[in-house]
Structure formats: structure tokens, C-alpha cells
């Protein structure tokens, strides 16, 4: 089973690995955020929210600096939606894998620069906190692209007002049959329990290892590189055997 499957292939598990899978490190990368920035890496409204006062209060550098943010979350998701779409199209592989190369990359960068050499300045930590966004950017728009917009997992707003919309219409008979609804309520249960999951492990690790605990979100999302391209592997050499042991055999 391969977590990151092209639309036309995907079930309703590889859904739910996905969601899961991905919600537990955004979770995991927000709450490492907030104790080293305070700052959240995946709360966008938030920082909307932020961006709105500094243009009221007419703060230029703090409006320049939430702007750039805001662009870094949507530059992440115009680049791996870009990945998915137009070199997918030419290699479906690569152009899935790319986004989540490039989000190790980012963790792993800012894991080892907060580790070796943040001398906490004010510099640093918006440049830091601008590298996380994109991170999470480029997260959630892979995901949404692979899934066809079915899974989403770097902020809760939206998936608390469906979550809240879901129970209320399980009360109600004529819709507890209904299969959709109920892969859907299942769906938002599990990415909402798997973010709480990857905030908590985020804060433990964090206050032990501090800037080093992003290396293991790191290694959750080379974990679903890994698992795919083995799977892939394992799948071409089945095929292979297939049509080998379907070549008719001829007798001297």
C-alpha cells in the first residue's frame, strides 16, 4: 500500500495512513514551534489575525514580516502543488516525493541551526519561523493534491467545524447509514487524535533535545518515502514475475 498513490488508485486506507501519518508530524512541527518561536507553524488564520492588527497599528517591519509568513505557507503550497501536478504528469513518483524532500530538508535544517548556532535574535526567529510555514505549506497542499482535496492536515479550524457538523448529523438516523459520512467522520476523528499524538511527542522531545526533535519529524516523513518506494519496488518486481511466469514456453 502506498501512502502517497495516485488519485486514480486510491482507497479509503490510504487516506487514513495519509492523514494520519501527516497529521501527527504538523502537530509535531506546531508544537516545536511554539515553545522555541512561540510562534505557530501551521496556524495561518492566527497570523492573518496578526497581519490585520499591524496594518491597523501601522507597525511596518512586523507587517512586512507577517506578510512574508502568510507568503511562505502559500509559496510551500504553490510549490508542491506545482510538483504534483506538472512533473507528476511526466513522472508521478518524483513529483509526489519532491514536496516531502523538500520539507526533510527544511526540518532538518532548522534543526540543526537551532541546535549548533541560534543565538536567539529576532532575525533568526523570523527567518526560522518563515522556513517552518513553508514547510507546512508545502505539506498540506501535497497532501490535498494527492487526496483530491479529501485530506488536510497541518490546521484544525476547518476540520473542527466538519468534525462538529459530522456528530451532529450521526444523531440523526437518516444519515448513519450513509458511508460517506461515515469514512468522513472516521477520516477527521483520526487526523485530529493524531495531531494532539504529534504535539505531545513534539513538547516532550523538544524540552529533552530541544532544536534536535525536529530531526524526528524529519524521520516520519522519510519513513512514508521509504515505505512508498519499497512498496513501489516490491510491486514492479510481482509484475514483473507476473508477466514472466505468462510468456508461453516452447518445447526444442
Keep these: 500500500m502506498m501512502l502517497l ?3 486514480e488508485k486510491r482507497e479509503r486506507h490510504h487516506d487514513l495512513w495519509l492523514g494520519g501519518s501527516t497529521a501527527a508530524v504538523a502537530g509535531f512541527v506546531n508544537v516545536c514551534s ?6 505557530f507553524a501551521s496556524n495561518v488564520t492566527g497570523h492573518v489575525a496578526i497581519f490585520a492588527e499591524e496594518l491597523v497599528k501601522g507597525h511596518t517591519h512586523q507587517i512586512g ?23 507528476g504528469d511526466r513522472n508521478p513518483r518524483i513529483g509526489r516525493a519532491i514536496p ?4 526533510i530538508l527544511a526540518l532538518v535544517g532548522v534543526g540543526y541551526y537551532g541546535h549548533q548556532y541560534y543565538a536567539e535574535t529576532l532575525t533568526e526567529t523570523e527567518y526560522l519561523v518563515g522556513i517552518l510555514l513553508f514547510t507546512m505549506g508545502l505539506q498540506n497542499s501535497m497532501v490535498a493534491t494527492v ?12 476540520l473542527s467545524t466538519d468534525l462538529g457538523m459530522e456528530l451532529s448529523m450521526m444523531l440523526q438516523q437518516r444519515y448513519r447509514r450513509d458511508d460517506r ?6 477520516l477527521h476523528l483520526l487526523i485530529f487524535a493524531m ?14 533535545i530541544d532544536f534536535q526533535a525536529f530531526h524526528f519529524a524529519a524521520l516520519g516523513l522519510a519513513f512514508i518515502l521509504v515505505h512508498d518506494l519499497v512498496i513501489a519496488r516490491l510491486t ?3 509484475s514483473l514475475l507476473q508477466r514472466e511466469s505468462e510468456v508461453p514456453r516452447f518445447r526444442n
Excluded: M
Aim: aromatic content about 12%; hydrophobic content about 60%; glycine content about 14%.
Design 34 to 39: 511554539v515553545i522555541a518561536f512561540f510562534a
Design 65 to 87: 514580516v507577517v506578510g512574508a509568513w502568510l507568503g511562505a505557507f502559500i509559496g510551500g503550497a504553490f510549490v508542491a502543488n506545482l510538483c504534483v501536478t506538472f512533473i
Design 100 to 103: 516531502l524532500v523538500l520539507e
Design 195 to 208: 495531531y494532539i499524538l504529534g504535539g505531545v511527542l513534539g513538547g516532550v522531545l523538544f524540552l529533552r
Design 181 to 186: 459520512l461515515r469514512f468522513k467522520l472516521k
Design 236 to 238: 514492479a518486481a510481482e
Design 5 to 7: 498513490e495516485r488519485a
Design 147 to 158: 487526496s483530491n482535496g479529501i485530506v488536510k492536515t497541518t490546521h484544525l479550524t476547518g
